[in-house]
Nanobody
Framework: VQLQASGGGLVQTGGSLRLSCVAS????????MGWYRQSPGKQRELVAT???????NYAESVEDRFTISRDNAKKSVHLQMNDLKPEDTAVYYC??????????WGQGTLVTVSS
């Protein structure tokens, strides 16, 4: 089981980044996929989720700026992040969760937004 995340980097305030995560070793359609993030000294928080049917959910702080999408055929999930702010700086983790709340995690990708 593996979630391979990519796409992090350094960007200026107001810029955009696109995170991607490719899954292997799981029945992708059984998982609600999502992104979490963790900043230094803070708890990991939910950013966005997407069910296999396409239902999405966002943290209030990123609604209207971030868009999550998934490609079930390619076993991938993406997070388009626009209008980035310094407070979006964090390590972003790809996550998959089943109905029985079994979690799988990616390795994390660092997003740094400079002011």
């Amino acid at each position: 089981v593996q979630l391979q995340a990519s796409g992090g980097g350094l960007v200026q305030t107001g810029g955009s980044l696109r995170l991607s995560c490719v899954a292997s070793g799981i029945n992708f359609n059984l998982y609600r996929m999502g992104w979490y993030r963790q900043s230094p000294g803070k708890q990991r928080e939910l950013v966005a989720t997407c069910t296999s049917g396409g239902t999405t959910n966002y943290a209030e702080s990123v609604e209207d700026r971030f868009t999550i999408s998934r490609d079930n055929a390619k076993k991938s999930v993406h997070l388009q992040m626009n209008d980035l702010k310094p407070e979006d700086t964090a390590v972003y983790y790809c996550n998959g969760m089943t109905h029985s709340r079994e979690h799988v995690w990616g390795q994390g990708t660092l997003v740094t937004v400079s002011s």
